[in-house]
């Protein structure tokens, strides 16, 4: 039996955390913003960064949800949809649907790789 309590979780944060979203640090004109549908690679380093306990044995739902947060922002390397096109490579905006398109694209990698590949990364 699986268990997906950690797969809802990183997917709940993953929209919460969503840079532009909510909340946006730094912002594009101010320090933080709110609600601006804004992102950038600087915005995503400061949103992602989980703490971490001492003694985690089992370190791949923690890296891979964060690897997998900061390849799927939309708008940072890519947006389905777009704007103006179905399609768009980093244009550093975001919308409602590519957060929920992005969002299930996440939720779809995250649980393949823990859930059904019980794919795992111990530490010493």
Same mark, same amino acid.
Request: aromatic share 12%; no cysteine; proline share 6%.
């Given at each position: 039996m699986s268990d997906w309590g950690p797969v809802f979780v990183a997917v709940v944060l993953f929209i919460l955390l969503t840079p532009g979203l909510l909340v946006q640090i730094p912002g594009k004109g101010r320090f933080i913003e709110f609600g %601006?549908?804004?992102?950038? #690679?600087?915005?995503? +380093? /400061? +949103?992602? %960064? /989980?703490?971490?306990?001492?003694? *985690?044995?089992?370190?791949?739902?923690?890296l891979i949800g964060v690897v997998l947060f900061v390849l799927l922002q939309p708008g940072l390397l890519f947006? +389905? /949809? #777009?704007? %103006?096109?179905q399609l768009?490579? #980093?244009? *550093?905006k975001t919308n409602g649907k590519a957060i929920a398109i992005h969002t299930l694209i996440f939720f779809a990698i995250y649980a393949i790789l823990i859930l059904a590949l019980h794919v795992h990364i111990y530490t010493g």
């Amino acid at each position: 039996m699986s268990d997906w309590g950690p797969v809802f979780v990183a997917v709940v944060l993953f929209i919460l955390l969503t840079p532009g979203l909510l909340v946006q640090i730094p912002g594009k004109g101010r320090f933080i913003e709110f609600g %601006n549908f804004q992102t950038s #690679g600087a915005s995503i +380093l /400061p +949103l992602h %960064n /989980p703490f971490f306990e001492k003694k *985690m044995a089992d370190w791949a739902p923690v890296l891979i949800g964060v690897v997998l947060f900061v390849l799927l922002q939309p708008g940072l390397l890519f947006q +389905l /949809p #777009g704007h %103006n096109r179905q399609l768009e490579f #980093g244009s *550093m905006k975001t919308n409602g649907k590519a957060i929920a398109i992005h969002t299930l694209i996440f939720f779809a990698i995250y649980a393949i790789l823990i859930l059904a590949l019980h794919v795992h990364i111990y530490t010493g």
